[in-house]
């Protein structure tokens, strides 16, 4: 079956350090992944995609990483801030291609 | 500007009631979809949909049904709620398979 995971529930960083939210996901065949951020209270926001033909792709502050050999999937916050601190989840296209499958989730919490 | 809501944004109700949760979306977005958040789940999906009097199953479909009459709405249903369907229930829309959803603020739905 599907699954996408994160290695860690919880990462606490000091506010200016970099971060590195991982992720794992099981389908080798998977084509797209996506980082969202859930603030609390709120719904999840995009943040980055990636689609499998690529290693790295950046955005502003945050780069994401994917090493389809290990299927391993990296989000990486530059100079984080407080207003980083949030649930990070990763998700992955599902193998009928109709729906996004997301993982359980990393708390960041920042502190200043 | 064009949005996502989603009503009520908190209910109670009882075991065996039927419970509606409404979704509404203003960008004539054709893809729409519910999705349940637990802790220690992440975000699983529950229904989707590509169009009008299109629904799918997602992968926790059971006890919920969907309809889709228009493209603004997509009414969430629980047809005799239990109480392992307490959740925060999360709507989501895309204007096609680009995988970035928008998604609304949340329903918090407590099943007593």
């Known amino acids: 079956g599907e699954s996408v995971g994160l290695h860690l529930p919880t990462l606490s960083v000091q506010e200016g350090d970099n971060s590195i939210i991982n992720c794992a996901y099981s389908?080798?065949?998977?084509?797209?992944f996506i980082w969202y951020k859930q603030e609390s209270g709120k719904g999840p926001q995009f943040i980055i995609d990636?689609?499998?033909?690529?290693d790295k792709r950046q955005g502003q502050r945050v780069t994401v990483l994917l090493n389809k050999t290990v299927k391993h999937l990296s989000l990486q916050i530059a100079a984080t801030q407080p207003g980083d601190s949030a649930v990070y989840f990763c998700?992955?296209?599902?193998?009928?291609?109709?729906?996004?499958?997301f993982g359980k989730g990393t708390t960041l919490s920042v502190s200043s | 500007d064009a949005e996502i809501t989603q009503s009520p944004r908190h209910k109670i109700t009882e075991t065996g009631r039927q419970v509606t949760l409404a979704c509404h979306q203003t960008?004539?977005?054709?893809?729409m979809f519910w999705y349940r958040q637990d802790l220690g789940h992440g975000l699983r999906l529950i229904h989707y949909?590509?169009?009008?009097?299109?629904?799918n199953k997602g992968e926790v479909s059971d006890g919920y049904s969907v309809s889709r009459s228009n493209t603004e709405d997509l009414p969430l249903t629980l047809e005799s709620a239990a109480s392992s369907q307490t959740s925060v229930y999360f709507c989501?829309?895309?204007?096609?398979?680009?995988?970035?959803?928008?998604f609304g603020e949340g329903s918090r739905l407590t099943v007593l």
């Open positions: 389908n080798s065949a998977s084509d797209y």
């Open positions: 949909s590509y169009g009008v009097q299109d629904t």
């Open positions: 998700a992955e296209r599902n193998q009928a291609g109709t729906a996004l499958i």
């Open positions: 990636i689609r499998s033909n690529m």
């Open positions: 989501a829309s895309s204007p096609s398979w680009t995988g970035e959803l928008f």
């Open positions: 960008w004539n977005h054709n893809n």
